[in-house]
């Protein structure tokens, strides 16, 4: 039979303890990296669905540039420069326009930050803008996340995320809560991570399935979120070990 906090001693409370609040310390810290990595992308202020739709997507009507530059990085470029960049890239993107007009632009703005060789498409826009191949390659139609970034950032959370939840979820087990309803919130995020990611992915083939990435994300965070503050909850204030009715603690 699994332990409860109430059998704790007074360093194992203060380990989980810690360990607990630096958890959901960093998980409020990712929610705020995502809005700001994601809000404002479709042109308007505040985090929205179509923010997310327009990353993994895209802006077919657009460049992957002027949504960058009317959305993430909006606050870095005047109204008139951003007019020049945009007109250009409706022009055609011309080698001799840019040489003339855009790459004073781009090394005013926009160069210090994205020097990158790598030449892909982050969350807040291209990484790099050194020359005008490079600009060239964002200057196309909008097609969000490129499939092989997908994969490269899916693989990282799923490893990732996939230990922290084994992490939060053995503390958890020793909480005092009916069976079904403990075995529901250590398999919730589990499964949230699991149809979040997947729906990134369908949400590249067709934008409604950005609905299914923001209602799985909030699940994932009832989920972790409910398993934290339980588990705080019962270390600190321990009460009697109960049994439920099927015999579990």
């Not at 369908?202 to 399935?209: E, Q």
Request: net charge neutral; aromatic share 12%.
């Amino acid at each position: 039979m699994i332990q409860t906090f109430d059998h704790c001693d007074s360093s194992e409370r203060w380990l989980y303890t810690a360990y607990l609040l630096l958890i959901g310390v960093a998980y409020l810290m990712a929610l705020s990296y995502l809005y700001t990595s994601y809000q404002g992308i479709d042109g308007k202020a505040g985090l929205s669905v179509e923010d997310i739709a327009d990353n993994y997507y895209g802006n077919r009507s657009g460049t992957r540039l002027e949504a960058a530059l009317r959305g993430p990085m909006a606050a870095y470029i005047s109204v008139e420069q951003r007019y020049h960049v945009v007109s250009w890239l409706a022009a055609g993107a011309t080698r001799n326009e840019y040489e003339q007009i855009i790459r004073p632009v781009l090394a005013e703005r926009c160069i210090g930050c994205h020097r990158s060789t790598m030449g892909m498409m982050s969350a807040s826009g291209p990484s790099d803008l050194t020359s005008y191949a490079a600009v060239r390659k964002v200057a196309d139609v909008d097609a969000g996340v490129s499939l092989h970034t997908l994969m490269k950032v899916s693989h990282i959370h799923l490893f990732g995320i996939g230990l922290l939840l084994l992490s939060v979820g053995i503390i958890f087990r020793r909480a005092r809560l009916r069976s079904w309803l403990k075995t529901g919130l250590v398999l919730l995020p589990f499964v949230a991570v699991f149809v979040d990611i997947a729906a990134w992915f369908l949400t590249k083939w067709d934008p409604v399935y950005a609905y299914t990435v923001v209602i799985a994300g909030g699940f994932l965070g009832v989920g972790l979120g409910g398993q934290i503050v339980i588990s705080l909850y019962q270390l600190w204030l321990p009460g009697k070990t109960e049994k439920g009715p099927d015999g579990s603690s």
